[in-house]
């Protein structure tokens, strides 16, 4: 009764429709319309001539009633299973994802949310007829404040609300929907040209400091704001000035000699949960470009790492990455891989993260914190999957003197080589 195609890379889904079963079906009606109407008329212009001949007649005329009876079954089948693919269609493109009916949804939500027909009718590819905006179906479980974020004055300033969209980002709220209002500008003035802007103090005149509990970088430096940054807003005095150059444990690797392991062929990369964007620009002083991804949790990352002149995403792990497959030489990533410790979910991130490194690429796995030995090995297992040549593994065991603790934890640092699959 048809075959289901759905290809999520655009968020579209194909329904091929069972054309070939319908035709046979319809066939089959018509031959038996005919042959009952045949029979009938056999049966009014004719003359039986014994109780025999009408007592097969009837026995016919029977089997065909039956057979009529079975093919409209077929067909209330039929038409029911289209019904329930053109369900599942709308269910999967969004169709239905909102109820907009309800009360306290923006205009502005309904308006974006709004079906758009096709020009030219039914698109022969995709076999959609409608556009549906592009918004994350979790929204719908935040509803309320997906609404409270739609809503806004047309061609005004729009709400100092860049919290409320993290917030439902992290809720699995993303894409979130575009809206038609300006953003809350910030004179970025004073900043350093390329590449002296690497490594000078960012002013706390020019990021955002709404919704945060610091007010400026002197009071950031003075917390822990997660294993690879404390301190790391402090460009000049900070821990990260000798990061990635000078090894601090047996666990630190230094930048050159990981890439020495690429052969030379590391261009472009990806820093997954890259703080202030420190190994960016440790790249950039090597002429090599690198995407650090990172949310502004406690501190305004994105606005830092661009002062740099480094390129921010401001994306969740939980967000595809929106990069075509096998494009980057290098992917980089420490302890904000870990997806709140759910096995699912780390594996589903470390696919993707397969996904979008090139054969030969580097998978640079930079202390990981791994809280017990069984987090160990199961790390260990999910990467020997992957069929990974390991060209560094360290496993150590460290103080993490600022957090004030004397406990000693397992830390794993790793430069993996993708293989080449068939």
């Known amino acids: 009764m048809g075959s289901v195609s759905l290809k999520i890379g655009d968020g579209t889904a194909r329904f091929r429709r069972a054309t070939l079963c319908s035709s046979a079906v319809n066939i089959l009606m018509l031959l038996s319309v005919l042959t009952t109407n045949l029979f009938a008329l056999y049966a009014f212009t004719s003359s039986p001539k014994d109780h025999h001949t009408q007592h097969l007649l009837h026995h016919t005329q029977k089997n065909i009633s039956l057979i009529s009876e079975q093919v409209s079954l077929i067909l209330r089948e039929i038409d029911s299973s289209q019904k329930k693919l053109a369900q599942m269609e709308k269910e999967l493109l969004g169709y239905e994802s909102f109820d907009l009916s309800r009360p306290n949804i923006a205009n502005e939500l309904k308006l974006f949310l709004h079906h758009h027909q096709l020009p030219l009718g039914k698109d022969s590819r995709s076999g959609i007829t409608e556009m549906v905006a592009s918004v994350g179906h979790s929204c719908e479980k935040s509803a309320d404040f997906l609404s409270q974020y739609m809503n806004y004055k047309v061609s005004g300033p729009c709400p100092d609300d860049w919290s409320l969209a993290q917030r439902l980002i992290l809720r699995g709220c993303e894409p979130l929907p575009r809206r038609r209002c300006f953003a809350k500008t910030v004179p970025k003035v004073g900043l350093a040209p390329f590449p002296f802007s690497l490594w000078k103090n960012v002013s706390a005149k020019i990021v955002t400091w709404s919704g945060l509990g610091c007010k400026n970088f002197e009071c950031l430096n003075t917390k822990k704001l997660s294993r690879e940054c404390v301190g790391c807003f402090d460009l000049v005095n900070g821990a990260d000035n000798q990061r990635f150059v000078k090894a601090r444990s047996k666990n630190d690797f230094v930048i050159d000699d990981v890439l020495a392991l690429g052969g030379g062929g590391i261009r472009i990369g990806f820093d997954i949960g890259g703080g202030s964007g420190t190994f960016a620009a440790r790249m950039a002083e090597r002429n090599m470009t690198v995407i650090t991804n990172s ?116 830390y794993l640092s790793a430069v993996l080589q993708k293989p080449v699959r068939v």
């Open 295 to 410: 949310l502004n949790i406690d501190a305004p990352y994105s606005e830092f790492i661009a002062a740099r002149g480094l390129f921010p995403l401001f994306l969740s792990l939980d967000h595809t990455f929106p990069f075509y497959d096998n494009v980057f030489d290098l992917v980089h990533a420490a302890s904000g891989l870990d997806v709140g410790g759910k096995p699912d979910k780390f594996e589903f991130l470390m696919f993707d993260i397969d996904r979008i490194l090139r054969p030969g690429g580097l998978f640079w796995l930079d202390n990981f914190h791994c809280f017990n030995e069984e987090r160990k090995r199961e790390l260990t297992r999910l990467i020997e999957r992957f069929g990974y040549k390991k060209l560094k593994w360290v496993v150590g065991d460290r103080v993490d003197a600022a957090s004030g603790s004397t406990k000693s934890e397992v």
